[in-house]
């Protein structure tokens, strides 16, 4: 027994921790945030408004991108009046490549990319229709290739040397399929892959790419979409917290700061990215060594919340029935 305590607690330890220490890659970096120019799309509203507060207070040049011209400015107003900072602000919509570069050409380089712009739609896809599924990927998948595209070739030939990054915010639903999110879900698993691909063909120029998975969280665009949500949606996404957009910013920049791939914002949060690592890049030793010793826990863990979602599916169908007959 204390033979065994001792490989576990301090053997496992000794040995597994200088071997992480070595092979996690891309290596650690520091990102700096002040000075730099932080470009944030979906900047009026929600998450991408407190990223744009934040920046501003963290002294950085900030710029925002939206499509409506009245909440941008409405944004630059509150950020103006709250850091006493003049962010720029452009009107283009993400899905149209042509306006998304003439404002990047704009804007000039940009040192942060935070995309931070999206539409979520909770329904069954039987109920959708097929515009509104397509309208999903577009704004939420393509507008990031777009972005992505259209900003590349500066950042690639920046003069500065320092690291820079480009942060996607995903979404816990980007972890998890969840009832209701069929093309949400499939928008955000997208950001993913596109994300891991991306790290390996710009680590050579010292971008460094994030992923940020908040839960729900209290924006103006979670108010619009909770009206249409299906109850079954509702009982699973409860299964996290919520959280308030500014907190959510703050977790944003402490991950893009040492640019951390997954970035969680709460204690489910860290939980699913653990339960999910897969062959994610990882720059932490010590967040590997919890993912390496704990891998089985995560598993557990998250088949018995699977457990508890279909035995709410199964329950509502048969109330359904019930109801009918
Ligand atoms: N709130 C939540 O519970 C959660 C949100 N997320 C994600 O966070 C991101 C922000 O969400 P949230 O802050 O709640 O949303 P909001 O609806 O409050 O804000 C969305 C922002 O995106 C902009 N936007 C929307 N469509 C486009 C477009 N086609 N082109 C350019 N800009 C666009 C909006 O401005 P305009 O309409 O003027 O274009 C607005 O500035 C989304 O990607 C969402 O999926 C993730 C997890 C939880
Ligand atoms: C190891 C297992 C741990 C399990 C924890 C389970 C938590 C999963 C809950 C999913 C929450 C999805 C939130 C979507 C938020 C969002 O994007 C929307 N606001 C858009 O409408």
């Known amino acids: 027994m ?5 490989s576990f607690f301090v053997l496992l330890p000794l040995i597994l921790l ?29 998450i991408g408004l407190a990223l744009a507060h934040r920046a501003a207070a963290e ?22 009046n709250a850091t006493g900072i003049e962010v720029a602000i452009y009107a283009a919509d ?12 704009e804007a000039g380089p940009i040192d942060v990319l935070l995309l931070s712009h999206g539409v979520f739609y909770a329904s069954e896809l039987e109920k959708m229709e097929l515009s509104e599924v397509k309208f999903t990927l577009d704004v939420n998948l393509m507008g990031c290739l777009n972005m992505i595209k259209a900003v590349l070739p500066k950042m690639k030939n920046r003069k500065d040397p320092l690291p820079v990054s480009i942060a996607f915010v995903s979404s816990q639903a980007g972890q998890v399929g969840v009832y209701g999110y069929v093309a949400y879900s499939a928008s955000k698993f997208g950001l993913r892959g596109l994300a891991e ?32 949500r299906p109850e079954l949606t509702k009982i699973i996404i409860s299964s996290s917290g919520i959280m ?18 997954f970035i969680s914002c709460n204690l489910e949060g860290i939980a699913l990215s653990l339960a999910t690592a897969g062959l994610s890049p990882q720059r932490s030793f010590l967040m590997a060594f919890v993912e390496v010793v704990a891998a089985g826990i995560p598993r557990i863990v998250a088949l018995c919340f699977q457990c508890n979602w279909y035995r709410s599916i199964e329950k509502w169908h048969k109330e359904k029935k019930f109801n009918l007959s």
């Open 2 to 6: 204390a033979d065994a305590f001792f």
């Open 18 to 46: 200088p071997i992480l220490y070595f092979i996690v890659r891309p290596r650690p970096v520091n990102i700096p945030i002040k000075n730099r120019h932080v470009f944030i799309t979906g900047g009026s509203s929600g």
């Open 59 to 80: 002294g950085a040049r900030v710029s925002i991108m939206a499509r409506s011209l009245t909440k941008l400015e409405e944004a630059r107003n509150s950020i103006k």
């Open 94 to 105: 993400v899905q149209e490549y042509d306006a998304v570069k003439k404002v990047v050409d």
């Open 197 to 228: 691909a991306l790290q390996q063909e710009v680590i050579g120029d010292n971008i460094h790419v994030s992923l940020i998975f908040p839960p729900d969280t209290d924006t103006p665009g979670l108010v619009e979409g909770r009206k249409r």
């Open 244 to 261: 308030k957009a500014d907190e959510v910013a703050q977790k944003a920049f402490d991950g893009i700061r040492h640019g951390s791939f």
